[in-house]
């Protein structure tokens, strides 16, 4: 009897999350698609471990687990936003964008990887942003979202060098979606800009996981599978 295929994606709410989750859905390619966000029942909350624990164990178990998706992320709120120079940093700053765009994520990869199949093909995925990327840095600002999403990139290459010794089949990557047309890009979405639309990006998203190997694990993608510099 063949077992169950799961999906999971986190940040279901968001405008590239619910657009994903749509997709996946759509798809027909796995027997459950669960979605979790702050929302959701039951509730993740990603910058609470105890939350992720509960949250996790609640839907473990209900298939094998052949998709994950890390749909979260921090780029403004209220007074907080990117900075235009270094004079702008602000602990608070900093302390918010790495709770959700690097040290959540983390603790969900501790407790998601171990959940996937030892054997067969497993895709793990965690949103990043090519601003990112040190090597692409060119003009400078945006301090936490750069630092933040750079620590993330190095969160997800190091757990999959680890995630390899066990799982030879697993995908683990972090991916650029482009900018999309969402309440976290739109206040700093130039004119002129090649903007998408969150079913787009999502579409553009999961054809390019379908790309990629075992061996282009730990790597940093955009969203159609061409590999970006750390």
Not at 136 to 156: C, E, F, M, P, T
């Amino acid at each position: 009897m063949t077992e169950a295929t799961q999906a999971l994606i986190i940040g279901s709410t968001g405008g590239i999350g619910r657009a994903l989750v749509e997709q996946v859905r759509a798809s027909g390619r796995y027997d459950l698609v669960t979605a979790l966000s702050r929302s959701s029942s039951p509730a993740i909350d990603i910058t609470d471990e105890a939350s992720i624990v509960s949250a996790i164990d609640a839907v473990a178990g209900q298939g094998v687990l052949r998709l994950v998706i890390l749909a979260t992320g921090f780029l403004h709120h209220g007074a907080i936003g990117p900075e235009k120079a270094n004079r702008h940093l602000r602990g608070e700053a900093l302390a918010q964008a790495f709770a959700v765009n690097t040290i959540g994520p983390a603790l969900v990869l501790k407790h998601v990887l171990p959940l996937l199949p030892r054997s067969g093909r497993s895709v793990v995925m965690a949103l990043s942003a090519r601003v990112g990327s040190i090597y692409d840095n060119r003009l400078g600002g945006w301090h936490s979202y750069r630092a933040s999403k750079a620590a993330l990139n190095q969160i997800v290459r190091t757990c999959a060098i680890e995630l390899a010794r066990t799982h030879r089949d697993a995908v683990l990557v972090a991916m650029h979606p482009g900018t999309v047309d969402t309440p976290l890009s739109r206040p700093f979405s130039r004119s002129g800009l090649d903007v998408q639309q969150p079913e787009d990006a999502a579409g553009a998203i999961l054809a390019g996981l379908d790309t990629l190997t075992p061996s282009e694990s730990g790597q940093f993608f955009d969203r159609t599978g061409k590999r970006l510099p750390y």
